[in-house]
């Protein structure tokens, strides 16, 4: 005969079994929630990351191009310059050069005036 201890004994111990087991799939359970909940947060998290980085890619981008632009603008308003500069200076030794050639008029006109008063001055003396 099945001692009626062990009896109880065996179910209790089933009972207790089934209950852990219960508790165990309960716990499994809540673990899966939490792990595919915790993997949607993280993709969210790292759609939110590459959402940024690509912020500031572009904006980096756009400061780049920026600055490319601005360095183009002053490359060409320093050839416009410089040009600018070249064709004053040409200006200038034309302008240069006119005086030049007119004060070297001037003076061979005032020096032949005074060749000419000398020699008059010279018919007067003699």
């Known amino acids: 005969m099945v001692c009626p201890l062990l009896v ?3 179910f209790y111990q089933k009972n207790i079994n089934e209950s852990l087991n219960q508790r165990l799939e309960k716990l499994e359970l809540k673990l899966t929630i939490n792990d ?3 993997k949607i947060h993280n993709f969210e998290h790292k759609e939110q990351i590459q959402k940024l980085e690509t912020k500031h890619k572009n904006e980096i981008e756009e400061i780049k191009q920026n600055l490319k632009q601005k360095d183009e603008k002053i490359i060409l308003l320093e050839a416009a ?3 600018e500069i070249l064709q004053i200076k040409s200006e200038h030794e034309k302008e240069i050069k006119i005086l030049k050639a007119e004060n070297d008029e001037n003076l061979k006109q005032k020096n032949d005036k ?3 008063f000398e020699e008059e001055i010279n018919k007067v003396i003699n």
């Open 8 to 10: 109880v004994h065996v």
């Open 36 to 38: 595919q909940a915790l």
């Open 114 to 116: 005074i060749n000419y």
């Open 81 to 83: 310059i410089k040009n």
